[in-house]
């Protein structure tokens, strides 16, 4: 049985699920979170809206398949341990870069955040699939 309120509430928080994930995965190089804690975020979110409509409702509103997260997540966690060697330091040591913006700001991005965005990639894609394969049994 499909309660109208539950996919009210699921199409609701959705969105608000996945901007908070973002939020813990940002914060999470200077305070706790990260990208393990937001991809299980990420994931809870799909898994109410699948709760509420259906797995196959959920993975159309995805757009993409879990498995292609899967992928994508480790494939940055491996490209983020490159520069590292192409510096000629030891593996998995961080780089940073520091780019320029109008009015004196500045933005450091490295290695370590995207090496947290495979990671949030990776949870995301794997907790969706064990949880839309339990639910479709």
């Known amino acids: 049985m499909k309660s109208h309120i539950l996919q009210i509430a699921a199409a609701r928080l959705l969105p608000v699920t996945i901007l908070l994930s ?17 991809g299980l975020m990420a994931s809870a979110g799909f898994i109410f809206y699948a709760m ?3 797995t196959a409702e959920a993975e159309k509103k995805l757009r993409v398949s879990p498995l292609y997260l899967i992928v994508t997540g480790l494939s940055l966690a491996f490209l983020s341990t490159l520069p590292a060697l192409f510096m000629g330091n030891p593996f998995f040591t961080g780089e940073w870069i520091s780019i320029y913006l109008p009015f004196e700001a500045k933005l450091k991005l490295g290695t370590p955040m995207l090496f947290d965005l495979g990671v949030y990639f990776t949870v995301w894609g794997i907790m969706l699939t064990v949880i839309f394969n339990v639910m479709e049994e």
């Open 52 to 54: 509420a409509f259906d």
């Open 22 to 38: 973002l939020l813990v995965f940002y914060r999470g190089h200077n305070e706790p979170g990260g990208g393990f804690i937001g």
